[in-house]
Nanobody, 125 residues
Framework: VQLLESGGGSVQAGGSLRLSCAASRRSYVPTLMGWFRRAPGKEREAVAGIYSNTGTKAYGDSVRGRFTISRDTTNNTLYLEMNNLKPEDTAMYYC???????????????????WGQGTQVTVSS
């Protein structure tokens, strides 16, 4: 399964962006899909995740209330609506899909089976 992200770009603080992640195989049903990000010099950070069976969503503390994750099951595409962007949101954003969480937390990157190539988000002050 390949994941292809799009929608990154450069915006000013307070602006909005919408990221998309399309899975190459429509029949693939992951246990969880999520967004992760890595800023220069920092560890990869879990941003948001959504469970396929329940639709339950989870968010990182730094983005809760500003970002919204959603998934269109008809075309197996994941979205991340980002509002009120801050300079500290600047990072490479990656889409990830897990085939088997095996009891791990949504934010555990070791649970991710497939990664996208990433899309850059830059927020200027």
């Amino acid at each position: 399964v390949q994941l292809l992200e799009s929608g990154g770009g450069s915006v000013q603080a307070g602006g909005s962006l919408r990221l998309s992640c399309a899975a190459s195989r429509r029949s693939y049903v992951p246990t969880l899909m999520g967004w992760f990000r890595r800023a220069p010099g920092k560890e990869r950070e879990a941003v948001a995740g959504i469970y396929s069976n329940t639709g339950t969503k989870a968010y990182g503390d730094s983005v809760r209330g500003r970002f919204t994750i959603s998934r269109d099951t008809t075309n197996n595409t994941l979205y991340l609506e980002m509002n009120n962007l801050k300079p500290e949101d600047t990072a490479m954003y990656y889409c990830g899909a897990s085939s088997d969480m095996n009891g791990r937390s949504w934010s555990d990157t070791t649970a991710i089976s497939y990664w996208g190539q990433g899309t850059q988000v830059t927020v200027s002050s």
